[in-house]
Every structure is written in structure tokens, then in C-alpha cells.
């Protein structure tokens, strides 16, 4: 009987294994528990984006006249302001259509405008808006013709020259509550301190109660002393000879 040699299997060769690249998304470290992919992008360019015009700022610019460029200019508008500022008081100097006369105790009347005089005065406003008959007349007191002419040309708009009535213009002005007339009367006195008028001044400036026409008084006080009447010193209020000499 023949040796039977058993018979080997037959030797194949391992198929070797191709190992894939790893397709797992890679994640941020110390990520909470829901990691968010890393996910890297190339910055982009910002756009840039036309820039927006306003409109208004447009108009307004445009509206926008230069100033005057020469001195032949400034001549001109000079000269064209002065003719409608004459203009305009031609036209308010004539009484034929005023509509208030403001009569004093000598029986002496002063023609205004309703409109102007409302405008400056809310005490005659409120007269004006208790009557009917035109022309309304206001008797206004002890005041001087002059002073009454010129509170009426301050509120049509006229520059008016304060002749050593200031006090006088300014009670009337108290009176009918016109106060920017009242802020021009002291103005115009705190320019017109001298030696002769500061007692005076500085009294109406205490009973007023203005501080600018107080501070000037009292400066002048310090500075003059040698020169103003010892008399009227004398007759000072105790409080302003305190605040002038001991204050």
C-alpha cells in the first residue's frame, strides 16, 4: 500500500489591507460636550460700500451762501440793511394806521403798533386782547413824551440812544414788562458811572437788585473814593458802604 502524503493547503498570499484616510471631523480641544467642528476659513475681503450722502446735508450746504468776499461786498449788504432799516421806519412813522396811542398825565400822545408792542409787552398784550374798539388808547402815567417814543421805537426794532433817562426808560419798562428793554437801561447806566451819578446809580442798582450795575457801582466806590462827594457817601445805605469799603 503507497505512503499517501498528505496533501498541503494551498498557500495564498494575505491580501494586504488598504488603510483609508481618516475621514473623522477634527475637534477643538478642551470642547464642551457638544464640540463644535473646527472649521477654518480664509479671511475675505470686507466690501467695501459706496459711501452714503445725506441729502439734507447736501441741501444745507448748497443753501449755504460764502461770506462776502470783498469790502466792496460788505458795502453793499451794509448799504442794502440801512435802506430796509429806513425803509421800514418811514413806514412805521406814519400814524395814519396806528392802532394805540399811548397818552401820558400832560395829555401828550405817542402812536404805536398793536403787533410790535404785543410782542415786547405781555401786560399790553393782555390790554389789547380786552378791547375791541380801535385805536386802543392806554393812558400810561407820569412819563415823559420822550421815553414813551422810544420804548415804542425799541419794540418796532429801532436802535434807540439812552439820553440820560435810563432810570425813566426802565420804570417803564418794569411797568409793561418789557425785559430786554429793562436789561438795555442797565446796560446802558453801568457805561455811564461817574463821580457825580455812581450814589445814585448804585442805590437804584441795590433797590433793582441787578447784579452787573451793583458790581460796576462798587468797583468805582473802591477805586474813586476821593472823588465822589463825602455828602452823598454819607447818605449810602449802611449795607452798600459794608460792601464797598469794609467787605
Known amino acids: 500500500m503507497e505512503d499517501t502524503v498528505p496533501s498541503l493547503p494551498q498557500f495564498m498570499p494575505p491580501t494586504p489591507k488598504v488603510v483609508e484616510p481618516s ?27 459706496p459711501k452714503k450722502i ?29 435802506q430796509k432799516q429806513k425803509f421800514l421806519s418811514k413806514i412805521l412813522n406814519q400814524t395814519k394806521y396806528a392802532d394805540v396811542i399811548l397818552i401820558n398825565n400832560k395829555n401828550e400822545q405817542v402812536n404805536g403798533f398793536r403787533c410790535f408792542l404785543a410782542h415786547s409787552s405781555p401786560v399790553l398784550e393782555a390790554i389789547f386782547d380786552s ?3 380801535l385805536p386802543i388808547r392806554i393812558e400810561v402815567g407820569e412819563f415823559e413824551k420822550e421815553t414813551i417814543k422810544q420804548a415804542v421805537y425799541f419794540s418796532q426794532g429801532d436802535l434807540i440812544t439812552v439820553n440820560g433817562n435810563a432810570m425813566d426808560l426802565f420804570k417803564f419798562a418794569k411797568k409793561y414788562s418789557i425785559n430786554i ?10 457805561q455811564t458811572i461817574t463821580a457825580k451819578n455812581v450814589c445814585e446809580y448804585i442805590k437804584f442798582a441795590y433797590d433793582e437788585g441787578n447784579t452787573g450795575l451793583k458790581k460796576k457801582c462798587l468797583e468805582f466806590l473802591k ?7 463825602p455828602t452823598a457817601i454819607k447818605q449810602l ?9 469794609l467787605s
Open 54 to 82: 445725506d441729502p439734507l446735508q447736501t441741501l444745507i450746504h448748497k443753501s449755504q451762501k460764502p461770506p462776502p468776499k470783498s469790502n466792496a461786498d460788505l458795502s453793499q449788504l451794509l448799504s442794502t440793511l440801512t
Open 223 to 229: 477805586i474813586n473814593k476821593l472823588a465822589i462827594d
Open 131 to 133: 378791547k375791541k374798539e
Open 237 to 245: 445805605p449802611q449795607k452798600i458802604l459794608f460792601d464797598a469799603f
Open 181 to 190: 428793554l429793562m436789561d438795555c437801561c442797565f446796560s446802558s447806566l453801568a
Open 23 to 49: 475621514t473623522e471631523t477634527l475637534l477643538l480641544p478642551e470642547a464642551s460636550k457638544k464640540s463644535t467642528p473646527l472649521n477654518i476659513q480664509l479671511p475675505k475681503k470686507a466690501a467695501t460700500s
